[in-house]
């Protein structure tokens, strides 16, 4: 196991920076314990069609003392990676086992298709089985995703078998997975699969899998017939499965909902409008959901947004929720600085854990931000951060660096951008979070360092420096400063 001292990364940070996260921090006390950036998985390929040592957009699913990881490992410039890698821990995150998903790439396994993308992970309780959604690609006659798979594990993650799959028709894209895992609910074991068809208008589909992953139902559509991307499915109790996804010009989010077990999937409503700030150094975002539910089936769902920043000069992480999927909050700002600084954030991944809800659920939240959000791909320092609440989202915590400074240059490059990941993650082990985060150094000639990651000692504790949330007001008729996307398209 590779591990490295955060404060390391951190040696020449300035003072510019110190003050851009916010001026108070400097004399608030810590609200975590000493924190280390621990490395969990690096790139292995050597194959020359694609960019090593690369791996971007994490996926963590944690339960019990358990908890996998999985990354895109080896990018290709023009749409996923060699294979998927996984680590596992489960010992709370004391120590990890690393591999690879066999039978998908030509690269691992003797496996049919050319390239994987887009790794989501599920546990199934009732079962005992790990999963790990993921979306093959080929690359004749033209780079396009051909199936959505379920790699599944019996042996608590840490060794997997050829992927089962979930469908194979179309050209598909951005998968997702999620299990019910409540033992009184009337659907228990029942796994969910979502993904959208490029080659249908980016049409939102679901499959439901009762057996452990084994085998999975049909494809079914929402009752209009939506379109849409990047859906991430959360249970509740009761056994309704919501699923917010991103529309598919990226300009709003949506949800949607089964009460019967997947049997049918309902009309889409509208969480909020998403207007955004084009990230500078063509760095590759999106206002793509993170969705995560309390113990009591609150549902929060978190992306990056503008709408409380003058003239959209740069990205907050903004919050709405929701207890039954039809009605949502109005978008809150997370506080990790105020609106008059020059700090941009992006790409977040929310946790919440399970064992807590209401006025006393805990949240995690890990991000990417640039301290300046006025940089060009030259001048840009990438910066990974951590903020948390323990009261549901009332409060927040002082923010925490987690990693950086990146040049952008160190990281892999996409006919998109330059990539961290569309998505990363966080997941609570007991009360304690790990997020899961890409992050590089300097490259060793052509040769890039960029690998997956995690954070020990985020255990949230009582602080002094405490900021409340919801006393910002969006800034009226806020919209994003870049035109929309023209849909379909895909972010594999």
Known sequence: MNSLSRYSLFARRTSTIAISLVSALATAVSAFAVETLVQISSDTYTNASSQHATQV?????????????????????????????FSTSTNGGASWVRGDLPGITKYFGSGPYDRVSDPAVAYDAKHNVWMISTLPLIET????????????????????????????????DKNWIACDNTPSSPFYGNCYTQWDEFSDGDRIYMSTSTDGGLTWGPRLKTANNATGLGGQPVVQPNGTVIVPVANANETALLAFRSTNGGASWSSTVTIASTPDHAVAGNLRTGPLPSAEIDGAGKVFVVWQDCRFRRGCKSNDIVMSTS????????????????????????????????????????????????????????????YAGYISSTDGGTNWSAPTPLAGPMSLSWIADTSQGRMVGDYISTSFIGNTPFPAITVATAPAGSVFNEAMYTVSGLTPVAGSFVVTAGTDHPIPDAAADHAARNAPFTTR
């Open 57 to 85: 957009e994490p996926d963590t699913f944690a339960f019990g003392s358990t908890i996998v990881a999985a990354a895109q490992t080896g990018r290709f410039f023009d749409g996923g990676s060699s294979n998927i890698r």
């Open 141 to 172: 006659p033209s780079v396009s995703g051909v199936a959505v798979l379920t790699s599944r594990s019996t042996d608590g993650g840490l060794t997997w078998g050829n992927p089962v799959v979930v469908t194979n028709i179309g050209d598909v």
């Open 323 to 382: 207890t039954d999927g039809l009605t949502w909050t109005s978008p809150v700002r997370i506080p990790i600085d105020n609106v008059s600084s020059k700090v941009d954030h992006f790409i977040p991944g929310l946790a919440v854990d399970r064992a807590t809800s209401g006025n006393t659920a805990n949240l995690a939240l890990a991000y990417y931000y640039y301290p300046n959000t006025n940089c060009n791909a030259s001048t840009c320092q990438l």
